[in-house]
Structures are given as structure tokens and as C-alpha cells.
């Protein structure tokens, strides 16, 4: 399998539930992202993993907990959500040489709905 | 404060016409400037790059072009499909960062072409 594969595609789960979203990349890229997207917002970064190392964590709140065991996997722990956490929740990689030519490569998201 | 705007939340055009989609940032610090495209129920997927040291990029039916001095870049994409029919998110690049990068993205233009 070739691409950025995300797991569920869909999720529902109460505000007291701990859940994880999984994403898989099988391009040989270094990097790894999350973004997440809001109805009527720009995609908002939330992490960046580079070579495995967290680069970047852009003030997310500690409710959401990245993981990213290997450069091909990354996981988003999720525990005591909020309805206003709902969202498509993307996972990026990227291998940049020289800049950002050829963009991210994203995966299908995962559409969060918390109750 | 939205350092990448996309001002129009939707366009119409009819097939076999231009559809020119616009983008305007604020940071003079971006260095790549990149377009991608979305289908409901999938992940963003990238459609063309720009450096800031060109003002022009072309592939095939879709250019793209940067006027710096006014910090905004447009999307033309001629003639139109059916099928070019998403919505299309312009995002830009900081200097790159250790081998990655990370985008800041606009909000997006719903793109409608009729046949």
C-alpha cells in the first residue's frame, strides 16, 4: 500500500472517552504532521514530527497527545474531549529537499465528532 | 491574525472557461507558495508550487502567479472542467526548518464548473 493511510475515517466518542488516530505512511518521507480542520477555518497545525522527534506542538491543548513510535507511524491520543474539538483531523508527511516543491502528501482524515 | 487569505469562499465558471482563484499573505518571510485541491471525503492533494524567486509556474492546464509586491498569487486554471469542481487551498512555506516545512493554509475557494 502506497500513500498516507488514516485510521478511522470516522470517529464518534463521548467527552469521557480515550481514543487514538492512527496514521500510516508508507512514502520513506521524514516528516509528519496534524492538522486539523475546522468548519469555516484554515487547516491548523497541531504537531510536526521530524525523523520521529516532535518539532513543533503549536500551543494544542494537552488533551490531544501525539505519539510517533517510528518515521512511518503516527498516532493522536485523545482523551476528555470537548464538542468544540469536532473536527477532520489530517495527517500529512513530507520529504523536502531544498523546500517544499512538491507539498505535503495528506491522508483521507478523520472525521472527529464528540458528544 | 490569518497570515494567508483566500477572500472568495466560493467561485462559478462555466466549462471550457478561465477559472482564476486568488490568494493573498501577509508574511514577506514565505518563501514557496503551493495549491492544493480537495474532494469531499479526501485529504488535500497537491496541485502546484511556486518559489518567491519566480513569479510564474506552469503545468499543464493550471499556472500559477506571484506578484510579491503585492503579496498575493493567483491559481488559473483554463479551460475548466467538471471535474475540476473542489475546493482549492493556497498555502505558504517558511524557510525550511531542519528538512521540513510547515504550511500555513488559507481557508479555502469552493470551485463550481458546469458543464
Known amino acids: 500500500e502506497t500513500g498516507v493511510t488514516q485510521t478511522p475515517r470516522h470517529l464518534v466518542m463521548g467527552m469521557t472517552n480515550k481514543k487514538s488516530l492512527k496514521c500510516e505512511q508508507h512514502l520513506g518521507h521524514n516528516a509528519m504532521y496534524w492538522y486539523k480542520q475546522s468548519a469555516k477555518k484554515p487547516l491548523e497545525l497541531m504537531f510536526v514530527?521530524?525523523?520521529?522527534?516532535?518539532?513543533e506542538n503549536n500551543s494544542v491543548p494537552s488533551r490531544f497527545s501525539p505519539e510517533c513510535p517510528n518515521s512511518s507511524h503516527l498516532f493522536l491520543h485523545l482523551h476528555t474531549l470537548q464538542p468544540e474539538d469536532s473536527a477532520l483531523y489530517l495527517c500529512?508527511?513530507?520529504?523536502?529537499?531544498?523546500?517544499?516543491?512538491?507539498?505535503?502528501?495528506f491522508g483521507s482524515g478523520t472525521r472527529l465528532t464528540v458528544v | 491574525d490569518q497570515q494567508v487569505k483566500q477572500n472568495s469562499p466560493s467561485l462559478s465558471v462555466q466549462e471550457g472557461r478561465i477559472s482564476i482563484l486568488n490568494c493573498d499573505y501577509t508574511n514577506s518571510m514565505f518563501d514557496y507558495f503551493l495549491w492544493y485541491k480537495k474532494y469531499p471525503a479526501e485529504g488535500p492533494t497537491f496541485l502546484i508550487s511556486?518559489?518567491?524567486?519566480?513569479d510564474k509556474n506552469e503545468d499543464g492546464r493550471f499556472t500559477v502567479f506571484l506578484n510579491k509586491s503585492a503579496k498575493h498569487l493567483s491559481l488559473h486554471i483554463v479551460p475548466s472542467q467538471p471535474g475540476d469542481s473542489a475546493v482549492y487551498f493556497c498555502?505558504?512555506?517558511?524557510?525550511?526548518?531542519?528538512?521540513?516545512?510547515?504550511?500555513?493554509f488559507g481557508k479555502g475557494t469552493m470551485l463550481l464548473v458546469s458543464p
Open positions: 511556486i518559489s518567491s524567486i519566480k
Open positions: 500529512a508527511s513530507s520529504q523536502d529537499y531544498g523546500g517544499p516543491v512538491y507539498g505535503y502528501t
Open positions: 498555502a505558504a512555506s517558511l524557510p525550511m526548518n531542519s528538512g521540513y516545512s510547515t504550511l500555513t
Open positions: 514530527y521530524n525523523f520521529k522527534e516532535q518539532t
